[in-house]
T-cell receptor, first 112, second 117 residues
């Protein structure tokens, strides 16, 4: 059974720092991996999606990497801003068209 | 990008009543939609997989007679929480699967916050 773990559970950094969020999954036979952002009381905002054949994806200050063989992904946030404060969720799909399996998230707080 | 809507965005109801939540894919057709539930400070957990024209598949521990799912068209799935109780209070989020082309991705609705008094 696929399990997704995110470390750390919470992170507080001053504005301007570069930071890394970690995600690991137990079954390396995934279809894709996705990073989401969730603001308190709100829905999900998709940040980056990495197909199993890809190694990384970039969008603005965000970079996500995938090492399928070791069952790990990282989300790198450059030059963090207070507006980046949110919970970041990692999720994997084992096959095309199947439900996502989510980690418990990392709650990020960026202070000005 | 593909857009998924949910209605209502929030609902408060009395214990024992039923509540219907709608999930619509606005600009694409989805043969498969998913319903997730998120309790406070928890992550999203899959409740059921909804397939157009067939019965939904429920995850272990989710009562199919309590959480009725209907996927009658390629753009609409509904979740009805029957005889709701306070322990059903949660954040319910749907997603619709878009297959083909450059996509093979789920798109999420904004969620529905259910509070049962």
């Amino acid at each position: 059974k696929q399990e997704v773990t995110q470390i750390p559970a919470a992170l507080s950094v001053p504005e301007g720092e570069n930071l890394v969020l970690n995600c690991s999954f137990t079954d390396s036979a995934i279809y894709n991996l996705q990073w989401f952002r969730q603001d308190p009381g709100k829905g999900l905002t998709s940040l980056l999606l990495i197909q199993s054949s890809q190694r990384e994806q970039t969008s603005g200050r965000l970079n996500a990497s995938l090492d399928k063989s070791s069952g790990r992904s990282t989300l790198y946030i450059a030059a963090s801003q207070p507006g980046d404060s949110a919970t970041y969720l990692c999720a994997v799909a084992n096959q095309a068209g199947t439900a996502l399996i989510f980690g418990k998230g990392t709650t990020l707080s960026v202070s000005s | 990008g593909a857009v998924v809507s949910q209605h209502p965005s929030w609902v408060i109801c009395k214990s024992g009543t039923s509540v219907k939540i709608e999930c619509r894919s606005l600009d694409f057709q989805a043969t498969t939609m998913f319903w997730y539930r998120q309790f406070p400070k928890q992550s999203l957990m899959l409740m059921a997989t909804s397939n157009e024209g067939s019965k939904a598949t429920y995850e272990q521990g989710v009562e199919k007679d309590k959480f009725l799912i209907n996927h009658a068209s390629l753009t609409l799935s509904t979740l009805t929480v029957t005889s709701a109780h306070p322990e059903d209070s949660s954040f319910y989020i749907c997603s619709a699967y878009l297959a083909g082309g450059s996509y093979n991705e789920q798109f999420f609705g904004p969620g529905t916050r259910l509070t049962v008094l």
